[in-house]
């Protein structure tokens, strides 16, 4: 999920939201996001949070937060709910 804040926070743009079904695989999420944006982009994070343990992983570009969650913790923390004025962004997988 994308969800644009731009209007409605100060330290970001866009927050992406995913998850991943157990640690090791928000690990991987995580890992590859980095590794595609620098491959695609040739950008580099300001910061990561979070890989050691997993369950909650936030990668920072500055202009885009990605989140990446361990499943329960991404319902438990409900970023969406928190954002409920943010337009979401269409996403096409294809």
């Known amino acids: 999920m994308i969800l644009d804040v731009k209007d409605l926070c100060s330290y970001t743009d866009s927050l992406i939201i995913c998850h991943g079904r157990s640690t090791r695989q928000v690990q991987a999420i995580a890992d590859h996001l980095e ?28 202009s885009v937060v990605i989140h990446v969650f361990y499943e329960p913790i991404r319902d438990y923390y409900n970023l969406e709910g928190i954002w409920p004025d943010a337009k979401q962004i269409a996403v096409d997988f294809e």
Request: no cysteine; aromatic share 8%; net charge negative.
């Open 35 to 62: 590794l595609q944006i620098k491959h695609d982009r040739g950008l580099l994070p300001i910061g990561i949070e979070g890989m050691v343990e997993g369950k909650w992983v936030l990668v920072d570009y500055g």
